[in-house]
């Protein structure tokens, strides 16, 4: 059982906590130590509709939303094994990323065999570590040695990747690019192929397994891009600037790519490469000279970047679906369809599936909380940034306020033997304290790319401009609009 299940386990008994001290004090002690209650839930404990759900299909047997299924069909759509990135992707990375236990299907869902266990393999920062210790006849080396030599590498790469350096002078990192370099020469050809497909996976298709799925590809993109920004930079110092240029498009790229899965955190992961493509381009600027030539044909590669992914939709579709998947998981166990964890007190467990069965309208919990999804994403919508903000920071009073209510114990009693509906009503508040997205800190997060973006196009506008004319402008409105359409405005 996810993590994030067993917190909202311990949220909970602030809910229920007030039902089991009056249940014991008012001697019901049928409805505690009782056997538990048989499974008389009919089939589809929440109807699947726009309004509790948010997609009515895929269906499992049990007349549940199938998330995880939901989540696949949106992204293989219309993708095939000619076409999809992560192909070549996973064949310059091998299969060692994945569980070992979803490995098989994880690889027939994209259409090509496994990797084999060994190979030239691209090799994280942290096996180049202990492979170097291997090759120089040390023996067996401890783990917290491995770690300590890859961090000194990854504390190499820190200043490798944002400016021109020598192999001299980060002899490590230069030894890291050179033993990486065919399986980055698969990944950039990976790059240039417009689509990408990862299955999510999972041993057993089951409610709440969405928070507990693996996304290797998020996980080894970033190591992927910092390889590809540091060896952009060594070529920079030997003065190979179209070379350095094309390695940071495929990172580029590259961010496109781990930015169209649905979730929020190969969102993240994606926009994290693009700021440092970004940062490494202007390197390109500050630490060369760039021909007039070469510079407006960088000019034109930025004009062409294609529209980054928008984070809403990740928190609309990938987000969402977590939370309702989750939900869903957490609304079986209370009402007896599922076997809690054993992390959970006997007592409590009676208490939970007394008041999962008898008090809860469930229907009315996932109907509130898509209500609130609908709204958090209404305002994430919004044109302007003045009013997004404000509609956010709204959302946001509102979230303190159930989450304080939530965490008020007298109030739980209270509420605990109320009418159902208020009952259902305070954990849906609960959950949405729980799960809610932190929709304000996203939506900055993609200005901040956006303005990164900007940025990068006023620094190459001003560096071709001082090219052609000896100087920088005395103010930027004299690059418009020959170098820029317009002067940016900061957000």
Not at 82 to 96: C, E, F, R, T, Y
């Amino acid at each position: 059982m996810s993590t994030r299940i067993l917190v909202w386990r311990n949220a909970a008994v602030a809910v229920v906590a007030g039902c089991l001290f009056l249940v014991v004090l008012l001697g019901a002690r049928a409805v505690i130590f009782s056997p538990p209650v048989p499974d008389i839930t009919p089939p589809g404990l929440v109807a699947p509709s726009r309004r509790t759900t948010y997609i009515t299909e895929p269906l499992r047997a049990d007349g549940s939303v199938n998330y995880l299924a939901a989540l696949n069909q949106r992204c293989s759509k219309g993708v095939t094994p000619d076409d999809n990135a992560s192909v070549l992707i996973w064949q310059a990375l091998g299969p060692g990323p994945h569980a070992e236990a979803t490995r098989s299907a994880f690889f027939k869902a994209i259409g090509i065999p496994m990797p084999a266990e060994n190979g030239d393999y691209f090799i994280s920062t942290a096996q180049f570590a202990r492979q170097q210790h291997d090759t120089e006849g040390g023996g067996e080396v401890s783990i917290e040695e491995q770690a300590r030599q890859a961090e000194e590498i990854d504390d190499q790469l820190d200043s490798a990747t944002t400016r021109a350096w020598a192999a001299e002078e980060f002899p490590l990192v230069a030894a890291w690019l050179v033993v990486n370099k065919k399986p980055l020469a698969l990944l950039i050809e990976a790059t240039r192929r417009s689509r990408r497909f990862d299955p999510l996976v999972v041993l057993h298709d089951v409610s709440g397994q969405l928070l507990t799925v693996d996304l290797p590809m998020a996980t080894e993109s970033r190591s992927v891009a910092r390889a590809l920004a540091a060896r952009a930079m060594l070529r920079l110092k030997k003065g190979q600037i179209e070379e350095a240029w094309q390695d940071l498009l495929a990172t580029h790229r590259l961010a496109h790519l781990v930015a169209q899965g649905d979730m929020f955190v190969e969102w993240l992961v994606g926009n994290t490469i693009k700021r440092q493509a970004f940062a490494a381009q202007r390197a390109i600027l500050q630490d060369s000279e760039p021909s007039p030539k070469q510079i407006e044909s960088m000019r034109e590669d930025l004009g062409k970047l294609p529209q980054f992914p928008g984070v809403v939709d990740k928190l609309n579709i990938g987000d969402r679906f977590t939370c309702l998947d989750s939900l869903y998981s957490v609304a079986c166990e209370m009402s007896g369809r599922t076997a809690f964890g054993k992390q959970t007190d006997p007592i409590l467990q009676k208490v939970l599936r007394f008041v999962g069965r008898s008090r809860v309208d469930w229907e009315l919990v996932f109907t509130r909380i898509n209500s609130w999804w609908d709204r958090e994403i209404a305002a994430c919508r919004l044109p302007v940034r003045t009013a997004r903000k404000a509609a956010l920071d709204e959302l946001d009073r509102e979230f303190e306020e159930r989450t304080r209510q939530a965490n008020d114990l007298k109030q739980s009693v209270t509420t605990a033997f109320d009418s159902s509906r208020v009952v259902s009503e305070r954990m849906a508040d609960v959950l949405i304290a729980l799960f809610a997205p932190a929709a304000l800190a996203a939506c900055d997060v993609e200005e901040r790319g956006n303005m990164e973006l900007d940025l990068t196009k006023v620094a190459f506008a001003l560096a071709h401009f001082r090219a052609e004319h000896g100087a920088y402008p005395e103010k930027l409105e004299l690059l418009v609009p020959k170098y820029i359409t317009t002067v940016p405005e900061d957000v």
